[in-house]
């Protein structure tokens, strides 16, 4: 199994441009998340999903959008990159569906993006 | 969203035990106790969970206070691989947000 794939892994952006960082899982996962952590901190939640056609903000969500048309794919929009979007993207599944607190999250290996 | 406390770094020596604590006083009944945690350039791998009872698994055991406001992640022998940031993280029973904090940044010396 491939379980959570991200694509780029590396991408510089010039300011204003846009761009859409993918992922992509094959367990069948209900449940996926987008997260960026900034150089020497942690994880910050900037989208979430719990099934197809259903999205909602985590913590961070200003300059991104999402979309969910496939239960497979969470892509994350970038509209106008800023220098502050700078960071390594980390996009993440779990099962999902009753008691989704103990549901394991899996990640993918990050999609680092520069913004200059 | 409940919030957890850690301490930001801990030193462990290689091939002994370690502890590491959190705290997480605000937590609601249904919120489970999860532990990840981050190798260097890696995304974040899970290791272990608990709702009230202690767990254990082949990478550590969970130790969860009675009253569920503090739990122990405890490594039983400490290895040069598990250097790395852990995170504890509350997980909701009825959305599955996970809120990650700053975590704790475990050395291990040899």
């Known amino acids: 199994n491939a379980g959570v794939t991200q694509t780029p892994k590396f991408r510089i952006l010039k300011i204003g441009q846009s761009m859409t960082l993918q992922c992509t899982q094959d367990?069948?996962?209900?449940?996926m998340y987008w997260y960026r952590q900034d150089p020497g901190m942690g994880l910050k939640l900037i989208y979430y999903?719990?099934?197809?056609?259903?999205?909602d903000k985590g913590e961070v969500p200003n300059g991104y959008n999402v979309s969910r048309s496939t239960t497979e794919d969470f892509p994350l929009r970038l509209e106008l990159a800023a220098p502050s979007q700078t960071s390594v993207y980390f996009c993440?599944?779990?099962?999902?569906?009753?008691?989704?607190?103990?549901?394991?999250?899996?990640f993918g290996a990050g999609s680092r993006l520069t913004v200059l | 969203d409940a919030k957890t406390t850690q301490p930001n770094s801990m030193e462990s020596n290689e091939e002994e035990p370690v502890h590491l604590p959190c705290n997480h006083s605000?937590?609601?009944?249904?919120?489970?106790i999860h532990w990840y945690r981050q190798l260097p350039s890696q995304g974040p791998e899970y290791v272990i969970h608990?709702?009230?009872s202690n767990v254990n698994n082949r990478m550590a055991s969970l130790a969860i206070a009675e009253d569920r406001k503090s739990s122990t992640l405890i490594l039983h022998r400490a290895t040069l691989r598990d250097a790395a940031v852990y995170y504890c993280?509350?997980?909701?029973?009825?959305?599955?947000?996970?809120?990650f904090g700053q975590g704790t940044t475990l050395q291990v010396k040899p």
């Open positions: 993440a599944s779990s099962s999902g569906g009753h008691s989704s607190g103990a549901n394991v999250l899996t």
């Open positions: 367990m069948n996962h209900n449940y």
């Open positions: 999903s719990v099934g197809a056609g259903i999205t």
């Open positions: 605000t937590i609601s009944g249904t919120d489970y």
């Open positions: 608990g709702l009230t």
């Open positions: 993280i509350l997980a909701p029973g009825n959305t599955g947000k996970l809120i």
